[in-house]
């Protein structure tokens, strides 16, 4: 059984850090395509950050470029999302997926950490 566990999510102010992470379990990363998303209240979900973990690369929505990373940690199972500069407008619900790299979606998703930036 594949699951993924988000943690790192919290309150804080405009400007602010914080780290998620997204540990796997019954999912080997080798060489597939992870990914950070996230929904507001009343908007579509989007994606905000994407890893292949075998390449490594990386691709980024326009309105985090400069102020996110993402990163992976191959022997932990877990890739991480950096969040920097934080501004209210990345208040969201944050979810970790991955897939297949041959896959047109995503499979397996996590449950969601909330992410609320105050200004």
């Known amino acids: 059984q594949v699951t993924l566990v988000e943690s790192g999510g919290g309150s804080v102010q405009a400007g602010g850090s914080l780290r998620l992470s997204c540990t796997s379990s019954?999912?080997?990363?080798?060489?597939?395509?992870m990914a950070w998303f996230r929904q507001a209240l009343g908007k579509e979900r989007e994606a905000v950050a994407t890893i292949h973990t075998g390449r490594g690369s990386t691709r980024y929505t326009d309105s985090v470029k400069g102020r996110f990373t993402i990163s992976q940690d191959v022997a932990e199972n877990t890739v991480y999302l950096q969040m920097s500069s934080l501004k209210p407008e990345d208040t969201a619900m944050y979810y970790c997926a991955a897939r297949s790299p041959w896959a047109r979606d995503y499979k397996f998703w996590g449950q969601g950490t909330q992410v609320t930036v105050s200004s």
């Open positions: 019954g999912y080997r990363h080798g060489s597939n395509c």
